[in-house]
T-cell receptor, first 109, second 114 residues
Framework: GQNIDQPTEMTATEGAIVQINCTYQ??????LFWYQQHAGEAPTFLSY??LDGLEEKGRFSSFLSRSKGYSYLLLKELQMKDSASYLC??????????WGAGTKLIIKP | SQTIHQWPATLVQPVGSPLSLECTVE??????LYWYRQAAGRGLQLLFY??????ISSEVPQNLSASRPQDRQFILSSKKLLLSDSGFYLC?????????????FGEGSRLTVL
């Protein structure tokens, strides 16, 4: 079956660094997305990885290891506005998204 | 540029009443369209997707239905709502030509069934 696993909740301190992990099992693989979702709002695109390695975009970076079925989202210099849920989604062979349940990130001052 | 809009943003409905949520996309042609539901504290559950007018695929059995009367219009309906239909409903589109899988979401519609 297809499955995406990520932690339910994480807590971090303002100004610190946090890494949110995601493991995936999909029928075929055409990449992996990370989305950010603030409470009560729609998800917004953060990153897309299809090749192994690290993609950096400002304070956010995303890493992919296809051989391990593993990805992480790295958030640096955390700000209070980064408090949100972070959704990992794998793309299967039919280009359908398989969604994780999301990781709720709580930032404390 | 492409935009997606869904409405209403919030609604409170009694059990057994009908439902209609509407979604429209502008600035693109032949998009793939999706309806998702997100229960409180849960992940996104794909309800329906469509690759063209009149073409609807249902992912889960339920008392909901979807229709695509026009290329950029997607409607989610129910004849009789259940308590379990409460949730946050999201319409989304993806590029049907490039087919990268990236989704662009509408603002969401929060449904409370009492």
């Amino acid at each position: 079956g297809q499955n995406i696993d990520q932690p339910t909740e994480m807590t971090a301190t303002e100004g610190a660094i946090v890494q949110i992990n995601c493991t995936y099992q999909t029928s075929g693989f055409n990449g992996l997305f990370w989305y950010q979702q603030h409470a009560g709002e729609a998800p917004t695109f953060l990153s897309y990885n299809v090749l192994d390695g690290l993609e950096e975009k400002g304070r956010f970076s995303s890493f992919l290891s296809r051989s391990k079925g593993y990805s992480y989202l790295l958030l640096k210099e955390l700000q209070m506005k980064d408090s949100a849920s972070y959704l990992c989604a794998g793309i299967d062979s039919n280009y359908q998204l398989i969604w994780g349940a999301g990781t709720k990130l709580i930032i404390k001052p | 540029s492409q935009t997606i809009h869904q409405w209403p943003a919030t609604l409170v409905q009694p059990v057994g009443s009908p439902l209609s949520l509407e979604c429209t996309v502008e600035g693109t042609s032949n998009p793939n369209l999706y309806w998702y539901r997100q229960a409180a504290g849960r992940g996104l559950q794909l309800l329906f997707y469509s690759v063209g007018i009149g073409q609807i695929s249902s992912e889960v059995p339920q008392n909901l239905s979807a229709s695509r009367p026009q290329d950029r219009q997607f409607i989610l309906s129910s004849k009789k709502l259940l308590l379990s239909d409460s949730g946050f409903y999201l319409c989304a589109w993806s590029d049907g030509t490039r087919n990268t899988g990236e989704l662009f979401f509408g603002e969401g519609s929060r449904l409370t069934v009492l």
